[in-house]
């Protein structure tokens, strides 16, 4: 059965916007990764080039199954949120 529910804005502490800020959150480390890696490329590729780009992509990887986790609790939550009503 569908309920006619208000369209109310989005609240910032719901578990399925928690989950969608996580997921832009990931989008962005991946563009600034990327950013950051062509400029690695540019200056040429020396040890100390392949240390930096060897962090930041041990960083993102990382923050990435981090924000992943996040995002799969917020996920769960709102499920059985839903199951017990």
Excluded: D, E
């Excluded at 609240?11 to 950051?36: D, E, H, R, W, Y």
């Amino acid at each position: 059965m569908l309920r006619n529910t208000p369209l109310l804005p989005l609240n910032p502490f719901c578990p399925i916007s928690a989950a969608k800020v996580a997921g832009l959150k990931a989008t962005v480390n991946l563009l600034l990764l990327m950013l950051l890696k062509s400029k690695l490329l540019r200056i040429k590729m020396s040890l100390l080039g392949s240390l930096i780009g060897l962090v930041l992509l041990a960083g993102f990887l990382v923050s990435t199954g981090f924000l992943t986790l996040v995002t799969g609790g917020a996920v769960a939550y709102a499920v059985s949120k839903n199951r017990s009503n």
